[in-house]
């Protein structure tokens, strides 16, 4: 329960006293109501709807709500112009009971929906992970890239139907008014606050951010706003702003109304409630409670943005600690000029240090770094620090002769299959280096679990909703258009993994699948873990964050679903961090193993 409720039973007594001659039936004054029209800009694509309809209530300017009676053209006004329609296409639509009081909203492509009861102010969520934008794909399939060209040809994956396995998940009841979080109904209208719908329609089921800062909507990734790189020069990290960025930002600083400081604690505890893939891990009942443990709640309700800013990086930063979540930038309403840090928490601060550890150790045994490809007699190391896929490569043009063609991770594993299957090679045994790899794109580690084994499998479990899905992949890695035996390695060469406490996210992943496999044989220390996607969110007022969201990767034993957030441990373990960047070392443990 919120603040407000507790407050209310001091209200309601003091009213009682004061008003109790007033008449118990008197129906509660009208809301004095307001439009305004803003633009949505997404990210790559600038502005591409200038009039999303919002309405006000009662002098309140900070706080936006949506009519679900017209939600659904909204909606569907979104997706036709950022998927470029030739026609509109009617992918949600609406239907009010007004003799049962409820809403029933509906997904057309794959007939998820949210079911609205308005005598109880709840939502009745069914198959909330099929609440996505990818027509025609499997359920909860993390492969966002086209499987074919514009032309139907093979376009590096295959998706296996006849390894799909699928099990819906439970309906979800979720009570709005538990969360303080208002639904106006008047003059045929039924509202309900924009960010809590935006979340949970368009952020969290396309894992993209949307924030508002008060003239319009942004929607993205957090790189729509801004980017940040290490200046090796001034030894710190800067950001740069993108034009959006800086539109965001362009706002004048303002105080939190009331109503916008108790309706953003009730939105935040209900995304993170709902969709903080790491909650029950964390051993958190709730985050109402948790905001009350931690002495949060306080600066969450201050009028002043910034406090509530840094509330939410204490709570991320040195409560949730999860390598996965972190504050990324300010509130509007803060401003991007206000400094606001807050110390790390114990596991990212360990992370961090191991990580100079080991970049220390590089530094001395490999002063010019490790190379991507390198072949050390019969053995190839094949060497990458973050999963990247690179937008808009055609993969199919690679000159895959010249080392010019390693553009990202994936034209990296195909250049290494060319060397290493070319004709009178001396390759008999193969390493993937993930010694520092922290992660990055999934899709990118689909490729390289489907290069070694011939088939990639993962398998998610949905932490809201229970659903339960197994997805199977092939990848082209001779680029030849066919999915076979020559697009692997599996069966021809000798396989390995150096992985370290580095390797975290898909950095993890990918020893775990190459473990479950049986036929690869992992060399190093037990892995970081990381086991849910990265869900980027905003507060009501604009804080940019993310979180670890509730798709959550495993393996399955004996029919059984079980994450892999606690790392994988290696079949050969090294002693020495020097080790990992011994190639002469590591060549000669490989060549005496049994």
């Not at 198959?127 to 794909?137: I, K, R, T, V």
């Not at 080392?403 to 990202?408: N, R, S």
């Amino acid at each position: 329960m919120m603040l407000k409720r507790f407050l209310s039973v001091l209200v309601c007594l003091c009213l009682l006293l004061s008003c109790c001659a007033a008449s118990l039936a008197e129906a509660p004054a009208a809301h004095r109501l307001e439009k305004k029209t803003v633009p949505f800009y997404v990210e790559n694509s600038g502005k591409i709807y200038d009039e999303v309809p919002l309405w006000l209530a009662d002098g309140i300017n900070d706080l936006p709500y949506m009519d679900l009676m017209t939600l659904p053209d909204v909606l569907n006004a979104l997706f036709s112009v950022m998927w470029a329609d030739e026609k509109p296409v009617e992918r949600y639509t609406g239907a009010y009971d007004a003799s049962l009081n409820q809403y029933l909203l509906t997904y057309t492509p794959t007939g998820a929906n949210i079911l609205f009861d308005l005598n109880t102010n709840s939502m009745v969520i069914l198959d909330y992970d099929l609440l996505d934008s990818a027509e025609g794909s499997q359920p909860m399939d993390l492969l966002a890239f086209s499987t074919f060209t514009e032309n139907g040809l093979p376009n590096t994956y295959e998706r296996v139907s006849r390894s799909q396995l699928v099990r819906a998940g439970e309906p979800q009841i979720v009570s709005l008014e538990d969360y303080d979080i208002p639904v106006i109904s008047q003059d045929n209208q039924i509202l309900l606050p924009m960010q809590t719908l935006m979340n949970l329609l368009l952020s969290v089921p396309l894992g993209q951010l949307l924030c508002y800062n008060g003239e319009g909507i942004f929607f993205g990734s957090s790189e729509m706003l801004f980017s940040d790189a290490y200046n090796a020069e001034l030894g710190q990290i800067e950001r740069t702003y993108t034009e959006l960025g800086d539109l965001y930002y362009s706002v004048p600083q303002a105080k939190r109304s009331r109503e916008l400081a108790e309706y953003g604690v009730g939105e935040l505890c209900l995304e993170m409630d709902c969709f903080y893939g790491l909650k029950e891990a964390h051993h958190i009942e709730n985050f109402y409670s948790l905001l009350i443990n931690t002495g949060l709640l306080g600066d969450l309700l201050d009028p002043d943005p910034a406090k509530a800013d840094q509330a939410v990086q204490t709570l991320i930063n040195s409560y949730l600690d999860d390598q996965h979540s972190a504050y990324l930038g300010n509130s509007s309403m803060t401003g991007k000029d206000v400094n606001i840090s807050v110390p790390y928490g114990y596991s990212n601060l360990n992370y961090a240090n191991l990580m100079d550890m080991y970049n220390q150790f590089q530094n001395a045994l490999m002063p010019d770094g490790r190379s991507a490809y390198q072949e050390i007699g019969d053995t190839a190391y094949v060497s990458f620090d973050e999963f990247k896929m690179k937008s808009g490569l055609d993969y199919y043009d690679l000159d895959l002769d010249s080392q010019f063609a390693i553009q990202d991770t994936v034209s990296l594993m195909m250049y290494a299959h060319h060397q290493i299957t070319r004709e009178d090679s001396p390759i008999k045994n193969v390493v993937l280096d993930l010694t520092m790899n922290p992660g990055g794109h999934v899709d990118a580690a689909i490729f390289v679990i489907g290069w070694f084994l011939g088939e990639a499998q993962l398998s998610l479990v949905h932490t809201f909703s229970g659903a339960q899905a197994t997805n199977v992949y092939r990848v082209d890695a001779n680029l030849d258009r066919v999915f076979d035996e020559k697009d692997s390695l599996y069966q021809n060469y000798n396989l390995y993994c150096l992985c370290s406490p580095l390797s975290f996210s898909c950095g993890n992943l990918v020893p775990w699948a190459y473990h479950m496999s049986g036929m690869v044989t992992l060399i190093g220390d037990t892995t970081g873990g990381g086991s849910c996607n990265v869900q980027p969110l905003a507060t009501a007022w604009g804080t940019i964050l993310q979180t670890s969201g509730p798709c959550r990767l495993s393996f399955i034993k004996n029919g059984s679903y079980y994450d892999i957030d606690q790392g994988v441990t290696p079949d050969l373990h090294l002693s020495k961090t020097s080790h990992f960047f011994d190639r002469e070392f590591l060549t000669e443990t490989i060549h005496n193993l049994p």
